[in-house]
């Protein structure tokens, strides 16, 4: 652990509290201060760390900072003294394939929380943990290759006084944050301290082959896992080991009043640097054996060197590292060594979850030859440009056309039979007990539903696990008639009247929601009321519903298949029958 408290007595708010960082500020802040930690408890493996919060006395939320309502209860409630902000999306890779959850987590987040440290009485102190990726990829003629590894020109590293250049929505996001957190001082008075940290190292990480790079290389190299290196190896980085950034915390938030404002490079310095290279033989060194390394492409936003200047810490607090880079290696060996069959399980999580498709889009279809490849050829593009990873099963209900032998051609389509009785609510049915994605989307194969609303919709699923309607009402539509739309306006108010959630479109079958909406009970659906009864046990998993616009097209051919009056009596009957109903649950139920 690190050095003892300077800090004392008061009331701490780890956010990311149950992540490598934030969970070594909790354990060493907690001995003489009240701590509270808020998580969204997305990593794998941090039910381990939960545990120890409780032992600890530690108060937890399991929260998205992005969740303004959510995270001003918690602050207000709490009203801390310091914040420790260490709540991020933390992958370069990953805030390429997905830049949205990236902007929510790192800059409105933060936004959300010095809003609510500028209305506070007590302005509290934030140390925001912020990232040396906010300078880019070093320019080439700054570096030599010397030895087998890249080095800059300035033995010293890079200053704070080097310009930022935000090359990954990654470093978009932390940059961005840096500056409202400098702006937040300087306009509101609200004490802020920026740390950008360079490679931290220590016990509770488990690392990914894109964050926590080197204790992945440990881990790789004690359970005998192959190794993969991105770029040619000789990319170097000063690293520094947990427990001397803790003593950096403690220093700034004991001698706030030399920092309130500043920004600080923070990282092992010139004294503590490894290449990937270098690592590995240090590895194979300690190990006695040989690693399975491969190499493959660099990969965007990668830095040939950074190493941080860290004088600036040195002068203004009188901060320098004592762990030395070989000693903290060895240190986070016997760590791994220790939890190995812990860390070995959380990396089999991890594979597993890569495996996993994200989303499922189930079509299903009858006589939909002349549609079926538009609609799909619209989802192929979407999926193109999305960064999730889908499966799309394509429901054939006993079509006397070409429907199946149309969506065939598309090597993205799982093409299924309904095994179960002919009808739209039987068809969803099976495809959605084929379907393995942690979300379900179900769009109807005829073109009126439009494919460019789906980023919307499981943004929105994401956000709140539960169901997100896509409604004709607030979108519009091309295909109501007015007997139509007076019709599902009446059933719509009935579905409130009777299960106390009033919506603008129940009855729209271009739905998202979380599989545990299905996989809860036994659904006895067989036509469009399937509609009804989804979002029924939505509401008896108290899960929310929400909608968003979507504008209804016209079918590219043929005649629509619902009947006005025989399929809104079955509507009806089924609002009412779900609302004394008391469904069988399912036996068996998925683990997502």
Not at 185 to 193: C, E, H, K, L, R
Request: proline share 3%; hydrophobic share 40%; with cysteine.
């Amino acid at each position: 652990m690190a050095n003892a408290s300077l800090v004392k007595g008061k009331k701490i708010l780890v956010t990311g509290g149950l992540g490598f960082i934030g969970f070594n500020a909790v354990c060493h802040f907690v001995q003489n201060n009240q701590v509270y930690v808020i998580d969204d408890g997305s990593r794998i493996g941090v039910e381990r760390n939960i545990k120890v919060l409780q032992k600890l006395n530690v108060g937890f939320s399991k929260i998205d900072i992005s969740d303004f309502k959510a995270l001003r209860e918690i602050f207000y409630t709490f009203n801390p003294d310091v914040v420790i902000h260490m709540a991020a999306q933390v992958a370069v890779t990953l805030s390429i394939t997905n830049p949205v959850r990236d902007f929510r987590s790192n800059l409105l987040g933060s936004f959300n929380l010095a809003e609510l440290a500028r209305h506070s009485k007590t302005k509290p102190i934030i140390l925001y943990a912020s990232t040396n990726k906010v300078y880019g990829c070093t320019g080439d003629e700054e570096i030599v290759l010397k030895n087998d590894r890249y080095l800059i020109k300035n033995a010293s590293g890079f200053s704070e006084e080097r310009p930022v250049a935000f090359e990954t929505p990654y470093g978009c996001s932390k940059g961005a944050a840096e500056q409202y957190f400098v702006d937040y001082w300087q306009t509101y008075n609200v004490p802020t301290v920026i740390f950008r940290q360079s490679c931290i190292y220590g016990p509770h990480q488990y690392g990914m082959e894109d964050q926590g790079w080197l204790v992945w290389f440990v881990i790789c190299a004690l359970l005998d896992r192959p190794l993969t290196i991105f770029g040619d190896g000789k990319q170097v980085r000063d690293v520094l080991y947990i427990d001397d950034l803790i003593d950096l915390y403690e220093l700034a938030l004991a001698k706030i009043d030399l920092v309130k404002g500043e920004i600080f490079n923070i990282g092992g310095g010139p004294a503590n640097t490894l290449s990937l290279n270098e690592l590995v033989r240090l590895l194979e060194e300690k190990t006695k054996k040989h690693l399975k390394v491969s190499y493959e492409a660099w990969r965007l936003g990668d830095q040939k060197v950074y190493i941080s200047d860290i004088r600036k810490a040195e002068r203004l607090l009188g901060w320098v590292p004592k762990v030395g880079s070989q000693e903290g290696v060895e240190k986070l060996m016997d760590w791994v060594m220790a939890n190995r069959t812990h860390i070995a399980g959380v990396n089999e999580q991890q594979e597993q979850i890569k495996k996993q498709k994200e989303v499922s889009i189930v079509i299903p279809a009858r006589n939909e030859e002349k549609n079926i490849g538009t609609v799909l050829d619209e989802v192929e593009l979407f999926m193109a440009n999305s960064p999730y990873s889908y499966e799309v099963i394509v429901v054939d209900d006993r079509s006397t056309d070409k429907t199946a032998e149309v969506a065939r051609k598309y090597p993205f389509v799982q093409v299924i039979d309904n095994k179960y009785n002919s009808g739209k609510g039987s068809a969803l049915r099976f495809g959605f007990e084929v379907a393995t994605g942690k979300y379900l989307v179900m769009m109807d194969a005829d073109y009126s539903h439009d494919a460019s609303d789906l980023s919307a919709m499981i943004e929105e699923v994401k956000r709140h696990r539960g169901l997100v309607i896509a409604s004709r009402i607030t979108g519009g539509s091309e295909e109501y008639t007015r007997v139509r739309a007076f019709g599902n306006i009446v059933l719509t108010w009935l579905f409130g009247l009777l299960h106390g959630r009033y919506l603008s479109d129940a009855l729209n079958g271009y739905k998202a929601f979380h599989r545990d909406i299905y996989d809860q009970f036994e659904y006895t659906s067989k036509a469009y009321e399937i509609e009804i009864e989804l979002l029924a046990n939505a509401l008896r998993l108290k899960r929310p519903i929400t909608e968003i616009p979507s504008r209804e097209r016209s079918r590219l051919s043929g005649k629509a298949k619902s009947s006005i009056i025989r399929h809104g009596t079955r509507f009806a009957w089924r609002i009412i029958l779900e609302s004394f109903r008391h469904p069988t649950e399912k036996p068996f139920k998925r683990g997502y």
